[in-house]
Antibody, heavy 116, light 107 residues
Framework: QVQLVQSGAEVKKPGASVKVSCKAS????????MHWLRQAPGQRLQWLGW????????RYSQNFQDRVTITRDTSASTAYMELGSLRSEDTAVYYC?????????WGQGTLVTVSS | DIQMTQSPSTLSASVGDRVTITCRAS??????LAWYQQKPGRAPKLLIY???SLQTGVPSRFSGSGSGTEFSLTISSLQPDDFATYYC?????????FGQGTEVEIK
């Protein structure tokens, strides 16, 4: 069965970077793209970017394109999202989600807390 | 950028009620509209894609309709497990945009 398992919660200081991983199983990783999204407390879901897991091509939200980098390791069936220059407003749960019929499978979420 | 607006923001209903949530887009989406259910502390769960297609495993009391700029999600007979927050989503080419959510609460 399809599973997306994300790395654990992180606490970071303002100005630092965070890198979250998303390990896929139950399907051929390189055949379906991956999105990264986030949800701040009490807020709507927000899209950060997408990666073609086959060739590594990426697309980023204009709101984050100068701070976010999405990569993948095909040998490990894992996608990564790195967000830099963190500020308190980046405190949120970050999700990876498969690019199929919208987003058909989601990771469990990774809480990133930015605090001095 | 496309803007998505859901109504109502909160809906109070009882078990057995028929409920409808509306989602309006600032420009035509064709049928590239999905609906999700989210419970506290959990990831969103896909219910409906392409405006009206039921995701595998989702109960048939959920249905979606609409095209262009106006869409709706209907729950034909609300069950205790359905009290949650619902989001509409535009899924364009490699990007995603969500509505602000509708919380369905117990009346």
């Amino acid at each position: 069965q399809v599973q997306l398992v994300q790395s654990g919660a992180e606490v970071k200081k303002p100005g630092a970077s965070v890198k979250v991983s998303c390990k896929a199983s139950g399907y051929i990783f390189t055949t379906i793209g991956m999105h990264w999204l986030r949800q701040a407390p009490g807020q709507r879901l927000q899209w950060l970017g997408w990666i073609n897991t086959g060739d590594g091509d990426t697309r980023y939200s204009q709101n984050f394109q100068d701070r976010v980098t999405i990569t993948r390791d095909t040998s490990a069936s894992t996608a990564y999202m790195e967000l830099g220059s963190l500020r308190s407003e980046d405190t949120a749960v970050y999700y990876c989600a498969r690019d199929k019929t919208g987003n058909d499978f989601w990771g469990q979420g990774t809480l990133v807390t930015v605090s001095s | 950028d496309i803007q998505m607006t859901q109504s109502p923001s909160t809906l109070s209903a009882s078990v057995g009620d028929r409920v409808t949530i509306t989602c309006r887009a600032s420009q035509s989406l064709s049928v590239w509209l999905a609906w999700y259910q989210q419970k506290p502390g959990r990831a969103p769960k896909l219910l409906i894609y392409e405006a009206s297609s039921l995701q595998t495993g989702v109960p048939s009391r959920f249905s979606g309709s609409g095209s262009g700029t106006e869409f709706s999600l209907t729950i034909s007979s609300l069950q205790p497990d359905d009290f949650a927050t619902y989001y509409c989503q535009y899924y364009g080419s490699h990007s995603r945009t969500f509505g602000q959510g509708t919380e369905v609460e117990i009346k």
